[in-house]
């Protein structure tokens, strides 16, 4: 079946750096756009960034340019978030998703495959 898992979060300070891994299995990786999104205690799920079926376009939620990079390899079938500058507001369960759509989405409603979260927790 599809299946994504997410790895790389843990515990970090502010300033420091984390990345993040999505492993996907049981879908045509390179037919799918690939996204980042993060959920804080309390709050709605939000997009973080999205990336084309082939590396070559990237999409960020404007609070983050700059900050986060999102990046794949069609060839382990693994997307990856290379998050620095960490700042205490970054601390959420972050997931990967997969989508079908052609075009940059931040919506989390156009993305039907989820994966289980992993948590990121930068401290102060």
């Known amino acids: 079946q599809v299946q994504l898992v997410e790895s790389g979060g843990g515990l970090v300070q502010a300033g420091g750096s984390l990345r993040l891994s999505c492993a996907a299995s049981?879908?045509?990786?390179?037919?799918?756009?690939m996204g980042w999104f993060r959920q804080a205690p309390g709050k709605e799920r939000e997009f973080v960034a999205d990336?084309?079926?082939?590396?070559?376009?990237?999409f960020y939620a404007n609070s983050l340019k700059g900050r986060f990079t999102i990046s794949r390899d069609n060839a382990k079938n693994t997307v990856y978030l290379q998050m620095n500058s960490l700042k205490p507001e970054d601390t959420a369960v972050y997931y990967c998703?997969?989508?079908?759509?052609?075009?940059?989405?931040?919506?989390?409603?156009?993305?039907?495959?989820w994966g289980q979260g992993t948590q990121v927790t930068v401290s102060s």
């Open positions: 998703a997969a989508t079908t759509g052609p075009s940059p989405d931040a919506r989390v409603g156009s993305y039907h495959t």
């Open positions: 049981g879908l045509t990786f390179s037919s799918y756009r």
């Open positions: 990336i084309n079926w082939s590396g070559s376009n990237t």
